[in-house]
């Protein structure tokens, strides 16, 4: 059975920093391609950054320059690492896991960026 399970969401101020991490179980976590998605009160699912199983990363515009995308195959664990928050980075974060276009969700992290 596959799980992505996410963590360390929660309540930052503008400015902050959180990591969130996405722990894989039930897939060979080293082959997959890696991402995660976000989804803010009222818009749609979009892209936030991905890398690949061989560690090249990608990101969304909106994100690049203060968020961090990372894998640890030993732990099968991607990270998130997100500084310099907005309050328009308040979202619901989700993991994702992509090989042969066959992708798992997990169930999301909130992110709250307010003061």
């Known amino acids: 059975q596959v799980q992505l399970v996410e963590s360390g969401g929660g309540l930052v101020q503008p400015g902050g920093s959180l990591r969130l991490s996405c722990a894989a179980s039930g897939i060979a976590f080293r082959l997959y391609a890696m991402a995660w998605y976000r989804q803010a009160p009222g818009k749609q699912r979009e892209l936030v950054a991905t890398i690949t199983s061989g560690g090249s990363t990608n990101y969304a515009d909106s994100v690049k320059g203060r968020f961090t995308i990372s894998r640890d195959n030993a732990k099968n664990t991607v990270y998130l690492q997100m500084n310099t928050l907005k309050p328009e980075d308040t979202a619901v974060y989700y993991c994702?896991?992509?090989?042969?276009?066959?992708?798992?969700w997990g169930k999301g992290t909130l992110v709250t960026v307010s003061s």
């Open positions: 994702n896991a992509e090989l042969a276009f066959v992708h798992y």
